[in-house]
């Protein structure tokens, strides 16, 4: 019989992972099938109970439900994803177990490593101190990265710094406001921008120009509608090495995937998916 999985959130009908997953499973010749689900925060708990009910094999969780889906007690988190305070993959075990997982921090290490990026020991800066950056930096933490958080609200950056921290991982953590921007990208040697600057429909936007940026700098968008942001439009300019959001959402959806069927996941394929579902 077919085995179902799916994505839930709200918003939901723009989401790219039915189309990624369903050339995945259709590529490997795979009995399953993938489908977006609109499901509001009061009813998360109510839906995955009745996905694990109806033999889903597994399910991704999207804005607004990851936080949400660690307050269900039924659903055992793994530490990495209680650490970060989301969840974003759910997997329904043989043994009628409901586990949560988090993929998206691996994800963009992934995302930096394909491009030949140098994480261990690296000056990175994250702009944005949201939940796509709590999961990047307890990841970059993990990886040995020289971590400052730059956010709009200081106190937001100041307190992730803190649950960071408080893990003790190898590497190191701070959090400012954004006036310290500038000054912390002359050193850096990665910029990663987990802010919605740039993003559709507000594309003229960008967390940073060209003058700020410099040809030895690494910068990666999570952004990745459109394909090609400001930001990734500025750092081209000013020299520096670009890495587009779409591999993020490629490798946290490949992670997602090896965690439901234990196979590695055809992440090429995904990618070619995804940006022909944006062009
Ligand atoms: P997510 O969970 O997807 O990361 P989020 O929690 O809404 O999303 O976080 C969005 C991030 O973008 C926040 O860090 C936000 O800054 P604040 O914490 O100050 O709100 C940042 N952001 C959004 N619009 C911004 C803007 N115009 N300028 C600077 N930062 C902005």
């Known amino acids: ?15 790219l992972s039915p189309a990624m997953h369903n050339a995945a499973f259709s590529a490997l010749g795979m009995d399953c099938i993938y489908h977006a689900f609109r499901v509001r925060p009061e009813n998360l708990g109510k839906a995955i109970l009745g996905a694990g ?3 889903f094999g597994g399910l991704n969780l999207t804005v607004p439900l990851k936080e949400e889906a660690l307050k269900l007690d039924f659903i055992k988190p793994d530490p990495l994803a209680e650490k970060i305070g ?14 949560g997982y988090n993929t998206d921090g691996l994800g963009a290490i992934q995302a930096l490593l394909d491009a030949a990026v140098e994480i261990e020991g690296s000056k990175v800066v994250v702009t944005g101190a949201g939940g796509a950056a709590r999961a990047v930096t307890f990841q970059l933490a ?7 958080v730059v956010n709009r609200t200081a106190e937001r950056a100041v307190e992730l710094a803190k ?5 003790a991982l190898p590497g190191k953590i701070s959090g ?12 850096a040697d990665i910029l990663i921008n987990t802010t919605t600057l740039g993003m559709h429909p507000n594309t003229d936007t960008t967390i940073a120009t060209a003058e700020e940026l410099h040809s030895e700098l690494t910068v990666f968008d999570i ?21 587009s959001g779409v ?26 998916t995804v940006l022909e579902a944006l062009q």
Not at 1 to 15: A, N, T, W, Y
Not at 176 to 187: Q, T
């Open 163 to 167: 649950d960071v921290a408080a893990v």
């Open 1 to 15: 019989m077919k085995r179902v999985f799916g994505v839930f959130g709200d918003p939901i009908g723009h989401s």
């Open 53 to 55: 009910a109806m033999g």
């Open 247 to 272: 591999l993020m959402l490629v490798y946290q959806g490949a992670e997602a995937f090896k965690l439901w069927t234990g196979a590695e996941a055809p992440a090429e394929l995904m990618k070619e």
């Open 86 to 99: 989301a969840i974003n993959t759910v997997v329904f075990s043989e043994t009628g177990e409901i586990r």
């Open 142 to 148: 993990a990886a040995g990265a020289e971590i400052t």
């Open 176 to 187: 400012v406001g954004l006036s310290g921007l500038k000054e912390l990208l002359r050193d």
């Open 223 to 243: 952004v990745y509608n459109p394909l090609e942001t400001r930001l990734l439009k500025e750092a081209k300019a000013a020299g520096a090495k670009t890495v």
